[in-house]
């Protein structure tokens, strides 16, 4: 089964990067991202998020309980009710890729190579950030409203989201102000969230509270040189996203968004030190640069400094989507190919 899942997708990969205009072979790359992600079993987190389901909802957010209590309510089982939040994830993920990127096959294989596994595994945060996808693409429409009311949905499926509400007010802070005074806005900003677990709990998000206490205090790396190569990581794709955007002559709406979201987004960098769980908050930034990079390839000369710059973030991208891989045993790669329900029946 591991090893059809590997050939299927290194051939829509191998396709995607042949045709990276092609709609046909868009959309084969979204069945089959839907088929994994819909129909996962198993592997990490899922016991844990199927407890909660069949406990009805009592340990999760607000939104997502209205919805467990409706679907129990209906007699349907934890993995249907995974599947319809994962579809309307991935319909919403396809449809912003769709509408942005001139080469979506590139988007696509980008996500296959980094974002793929750590949102089957951490599915809450994936139907999050969809949303949070979504009220980007809001934002990029001038419908602030929509965008403010989207986050808070967003927030329903995973608290955490709430910083995105964060976003506007932190980006006209940080652009207002010299780099001295907005490291000190982002040092009060850390000490503020290490003490935000009283204020989790006095409002009733215990759930909340528990996640904070364990990503902060007790699930720490081995090591802070591991949370100094997270951090430097995102820093490199950040880094390099910002050059490949500033050095262009000519910026679309979409590029200049994303350079504000990726200023914006350096006040959550430090928490990468804490933690790589923090990495999931950039999860709907990299899906714009990956857009913000696809619409860079063939707008210049061949071996020109701009293509040069976009080959070598692709290459960074599926390089440190290996890398993690085999630095966790592969262990994800049997998380979405050994446990999936469609798979089984099928062969």
């Known amino acids: 089964m591991i090893a059809l899942g590997i050939t299927i997708t290194l051939i829509l990969i191998l396709l995607g990067l042949v045709k990276k205009k092609s709609h046909l072979i868009f959309i084969f790359q979204c069945l089959w991202l839907w088929i994994i992600q819909a129909f996962n079993c198993g592997g990490m987190d899922y016991k844990t998020n199927e407890l909660i389901y069949h406990d009805g909802g009592v340990a999760t957010e607000w939104l997502a309980d209205i919805f467990i209590r409706f679907f129990l309510k209906m007699g349907i089982d934890y993995m249907w009710y995974r599947a319809f939040w994962a579809t309307v994830a991935i319909l919403i993920i396809e449809n912003v890729i769709w509408k942005y990127s001139r080469k979506p096959c590139l988007v696509m294989i980008l996500y296959y190579a980094f ?115 997270f951090l430097g990581m995102y820093a490199v794709f950040f880094m390099m996203i910002y050059w490949i955007i500033s050095r262009s002559k000519e910026k679309s709406e979409i590029d200049i968004f994303t350079l504000r979201i990726i200023n914006t987004a350096v006040f959550i960098l430090p928490f990468l030190l804490f933690n790589s769980n923090f990495g999931r908050f950039f999860r ?7 857009i913000v990079v696809s619409n860079r390839i063939g707008k210049t000369k061949p071996y020109s400094l701009s293509n040069l710059s976009v080959a070598g973030f692709c290459f960074i991208t599926i390089l440190a989507g290996i890398v993690l891989q085999y630095k966790t045993n592969w262990f994800a790669i049997d998380t979405m190919f050994a446990n999936n329900y469609l798979l089984q029946h099928i062969f």
């Open 284 to 290: 709907p930034i990299l899906i714009m640069s990956y």
């Open 115 to 229: 974002l793929w596994a750590d949102n089957i595994a951490q599915c809450r945060f994936f139907w999050a950030s969809s949303f949070v996808l979504l009220a980007f693409h809001f934002m990029l429409e001038s419908k602030k409203k929509l965008y403010y009311i989207v986050l808070v949905l967003a927030t329903g499926f995973h608290t955490s989201s709430f910083i995105y509400l964060l976003f506007p007010l932190v980006y006209k802070i940080l652009i207002k102000n010299s780099t001295v005074k907005n490291i000190g806005i982002i040092g009060m900003e850390m000490l503020f969230f290490s003490g935000v677990v009283p204020i989790l709990n006095f409002i009733g998000m215990r759930y909340a509270a528990d996640k904070f206490v364990y990503y902060l205090y007790q699930d720490n790396y081995s090591s802070i040189i591991v949370g100094l190569c």
